[in-house]
């Protein structure tokens, strides 16, 4: 079923109701556990899915899988799926319930040299200054009116209340501000469940970490990008929260009703859609851009709580902690791409996947687009994570795209038998690594054997030549949920 | 009480409600769900949320249900240990008028867990069978 026609690339022909064929990047291993979930007919298996997603209506070219690929929701995590403006569809699983999930990673004038006597210390703080964890609320509130405000521009407002500095956006996918966002799309509900929200980092797997620069693959971005070995550098993990949610829940429904009324052939329920030219698509799309902007102010708001943390224990001006960049992993945008040799405008899916423009575009960053735009890879807690770059290659055969973790191994139930809570933070700790969390258990979950092997992932992701790594690094305190 | 399990699922839950009603398994499903954010026996049963909601179907139906239940937990912040539930078929589909007892949130004592965001339709499936009624859905966690 799998053709090998690259090093770390895989076809899978088109078959049956496939409109196009599949195109999975990964390593062996990662090929024969998708393989030996298929003949054994997991339930929920990401060959299948990745096929699936092939059969929806007006996708365009393949339907793709990155190295970090494992099962989803219709859609695979890792996957990715562009679809043709006029005949294509908008899918809720392609983008899933936590809109605009993302990463965003700071840089301080700080090395690991400097913060080893005060670790301890800004591990207490930023465990008391981030709110986290199931029931958490967040230090900024806001009224009907201001929450609609959040959702039209995103990042930009939180700045505006003098949480942050307006150099941040200038470094956040699209600005921290997606266009087409309109509040009228999102209900009451929604926006009632994020009032208390607003700056709150979540559970499961997602984290604040303080990270050294461990290793520097590619001297001329990481210069660019304004990282250095030895550097202190800060990545938050988290997205739209709980209006994320509602977004997701509400719309659906809503799909799964247009999934019928415009008679769309779909090969699985969880595949809902909609024309992206109907009412129904245009409403989802505008409430997903209400989604990721709230994702985007998420993480500013707690931008602003991590440089005030790191001010109070480091002595550093709270404007030193600087953005190096804040991208999303769940989204669906409007982009321009060549397909066939010609450029079209495409809607493409992300799930479990980030944008990773390569060289010269211009929705980079101006002082990023010699190299193109950094991409966030967070590993595990226990192991490293990555910025890579996107490139040529990946702009060709993937969309400009790149992965977005490790990718899970094992399931929750699994890793909760297998690990206990507290042997993972002693077995951290004897690595020199903090870890505060407000739940034993999700440390079990989120142990780091639960994950694939970061360094494998982002081998294949080289290997395919689709990203590549810039800096590698290494966890000093994890925050979690 | 009727059992709830969890099913195996990569990245996120499958709970299982069982139950020898249809009922009796959507209040076990809502039992698995609000288990997975807070130890059950540390929640008190002394507040009551009333909740009615209409569905095409059972499936969508179990879907409905437990996204009320999982959205008062940050419009009320609530969580809930025990559960009522009544279907009737309605002319849409069915019908359920049900109720949720419990009490307001307290993360250190109800030793919280994990954030439930949403529900999903993998995995989506109501049915009777040799066990009983079975309700399940995976949730996004």
Redesign the interface.
Known sequence: MLERVGQAEWLVPVTGEMRVPGRIFADCGTIEQLKADMEEGK??NALRQVCQVACLPGIVTASLALPDV?????FP?GGVAAFDLDSGVVVV?GV???INCGVRTLRTPLTEESVVDCKEELAEQLFCDIPA????EGKLRLSVKEIDQVLVKGARFVVERGYGLEEDLEYIEEGGQLAGADPGTVSA?AK???F??VGTL???NHYLEVQVVEEVFDQKAAGIYGLRKGEVVISIHTGSR?LG??I??DY??EM?KATNKYNLSVQ???L?CAPIKSDEGERYLAAVACGGNCAFANRQVITHLVRSSFARVCGIPPASVRTVYDIGHNNVKLEHHYVDGKERAVLIHRKGATRAFGPGREESPVSYRGVGHPILVGGTMGTASYIMRGTEVGMKKAFGSGIHGAG???????AAKRYWGEDVRSSLKDKGIILRA??V??IA?EAPGAYKDIEQVVKAATEAGINRPVVRLRPLIVIK? | MSPFKYLDHTADMCVQGIGTSVEEAFCEAARAVFNLMVDLDRVVPETRIQVSVDASNLEFLLVEWLDVLIGQKDLSRMVFCRFGVNIVTSNNGFRLEGEGWGEELNPVWHRAKLEVKGVSYAGLHVSKGKEGWIAQCVVDV
Not at chain 1, 408 to 414: C, P
């Open positions: 339930e929920w494992h099962p989803g929701y219709g995590i699983g899933g319930f936590d964890g199931l029931g958490s509900v009632q469940r994020q208390r929200q979540g559970s499961g709980a949610h509602q997701g829940q659906l429904k799964a699985a329920r969880e809902a899970r191994a094992l399931s929750r139930r699994k407000h739940s258990r999700g979950e949920g």
